[in-house]
């Protein structure tokens, strides 16, 4: 839970996420078991390398993978982070995730409530 006394500190203000390059991302990746997603979302809100992560109940994929079509149950977990720790959170969901190719998309959040950001800001840093 974020202190609210603290986001009326100027020090707490946000970078602006509209400039050139969105200072805050969104990135996503999927695994196989809901305990295999909640081990990745600790070990990444543990490390620093996002403020918030969310696990999605059972989603359907299909893909086309060695050359077949599959079709899998998996998790998506969705981290809330600065893009300043977007490439130490990528390392660590490739050298942690079991996948082979592992799904690792980075959107960036180009609007968001000042105090959520503070907050994503504060905690990844």
């Not at 695994?31 to 600790?42: I, M, N, V």
């Not at 977007?86 to 409530?113: K, M, N, Q, R, S």
Request: proline share 7%.
């Amino acid at each position: 839970m974020v202190d609210p006394t603290a986001l009326n500190e100027p020090s707490a203000a946000p970078p602006d996420p509209a400039g050139p390059s969105a200072r805050f991302l969104t990135v996503m990746t999927t695994t196989d078991s809901a305990q295999k997603a909640e081990g990745l979302a600790h070990g990444a809100i543990e490390g620093r390398l996002a403020a918030c992560a969310q696990i999605s109940a059972p989603v359907t994929s299909v893909f086309r993978w060695n050359d077949a079509v599959e079709t899998n149950q998996e998790w998506q977990v969705l981290f809330k982070t600065a893009s300043t720790r977007y490439a130490a959170l990528e390392a660590y969901l490739l050298d942690a995730h079991d996948y082979e190719t592992p799904e690792i998309i980075a959107t960036p959040v180009t609007h968001g409530g000042a105090g959520y950001l503070a907050w994503v800001a504060k905690e990844t840093s």
